[in-house]
T-cell receptor, first 114, second 112 residues
Framework: AQSVTQPDIHITVSEGASLELRCNYS??????LFWYVQSPGQGLQLLLK??????LVQGIKGFEAEFKRSQSSFNLRKPSVHWSDAAEYFC????????????FGAGTRLTVKP | DGGITQSPKYLFRKEGQNVTLSCEQN?????MYWYRQDPGQGLRLIYY???????QKGDIAEGYSVSREKKESFPLTVTSAQKNPTAFYLC???????????FGEGSWLTVV
C-alpha cells in the first residue's frame, strides 16, 4: 500500500522568503500526487496535482511542485511567501488502480513571520 | 455554486448518544468519502461510497455507519460505540478526472 511522509511538522519562514515543503511517498507504480492546503477549521483546498507528463506542475496561489521519481519526492515550492499562506499543507498519494485508497501525510504547519 | 456542503459546522453530543453529520454535493460525482482528522495527524478514511446504495469500510469504520440512498447525499452517523468521537470530520467527493478528491468545509464534533 502507498504511504506519504512529510518530514517537517512545522516550518517558519519570513514573509517574502522562498518556501519548500517536503513530501516523500512510497508506492510501487506511478502515483497520483497532490498537495492540499487547509486553513484553521476549514476543509482542504487542492493546490496542485500530478498525474503524468511534465514533472514540474503549477498550481494555484503561485505554488509549484516537482515530481522526482528517483527520490520518491513531490516537494512543494513557492518563490515568495505571503502572510496569507500561513496554513497547514498536506501531501497525498493515490493509486491508479484503487481510486479509494488515497493516503495523506500528517501535514506541515506553515507560520509566516512579518 | 457547485460544491460540497457539510452540516452542522459545530455539534456537541453527550456520551451515549448517536449523531448524524450531513454531507450534500451538487457536483454530480459518483464517489463520496468521509475522513476523520485529529490534531497533528493526517486524514484517516472512515467510509467511502463509489455509487448509490453501495459503500465500503475504510481504515477506521468501527463505531460509524453511513448510507447512500441518493447520489447527492452521504450522511455519517457517529454511534455511541465510537470510543473517541471528538474530532473534525471531512466529507469529500471524487471528480471524473483522475483521482482528484474535493472536500467540504468540515464538521466539528465534540462529545461532552
Amino acid at each position: 500500500a502507498q504511504s506519504v511522509t512529510q518530514p517537517d511538522i512545522h516550518i517558519t519562514v519570513s514573509e517574502g522568503a522562498s518556501l519548500e515543503l517536503r513530501c516523500n511517498y512510497s508506492y510501487g507504480a506511478t502515483p497520483y500526487l497532490f498537495w492540499y492546503v487547509q486553513s484553521p477549521g476549514q476543509g482542504l483546498q487542492l493546490l496542485l496535482k500530478y498525474f503524468s507528463g511534465d514533472t514540474l506542475v503549477q498550481g494555484i496561489k503561485g505554488f509549484e511542485a516537482e515530481f522526482k521519481r528517483s527520490q520518491s519526492s513531490f516537494n512543494l515550492r513557492k518563490p515568495s511567501v505571503h502572510w496569507s499562506d500561513a496554513a497547514e499543507y498536506f501531501c497525498a498519494v493515490g493509486a491508479l488502480h484503487n481510486n479509494n485508497d488515497m493516503r495523506f501525510g500528517a501535514g506541515t504547519r506553515l507560520t509566516v513571520k512579518p | 455554486d457547485g460544491g460540497i456542503t457539510q452540516s452542522p459546522k459545530y455539534l456537541f453530543r453527550k456520551e451515549g448518544q448517536n449523531v448524524t453529520l450531513s454531507c450534500e454535493q451538487n457536483l454530480n460525482h459518483d464517489a463520496m468519502y468521509w475522513y476523520r482528522q485529529d490534531p497533528g495527524q493526517g486524514l484517516r478514511l472512515i467510509y467511502y461510497s463509489q455509487i448509490v446504495n453501495d459503500f465500503q469500510k475504510g481504515d477506521i469504520a468501527e463505531g460509524y455507519s453511513v448510507s447512500r440512498e441518493k447520489k447527492e447525499s452521504f450522511p455519517l452517523t457517529v454511534t455511541s460505540a465510537q470510543k473517541n468521537p471528538t474530532a473534525f470530520y471531512l466529507c469529500a467527493s471524487r471528480g471524473p478526472e483522475g483521482n482528484t478528491i474535493y472536500f467540504g468545509e468540515g464538521s466539528w464534533l465534540t462529545v461532552v
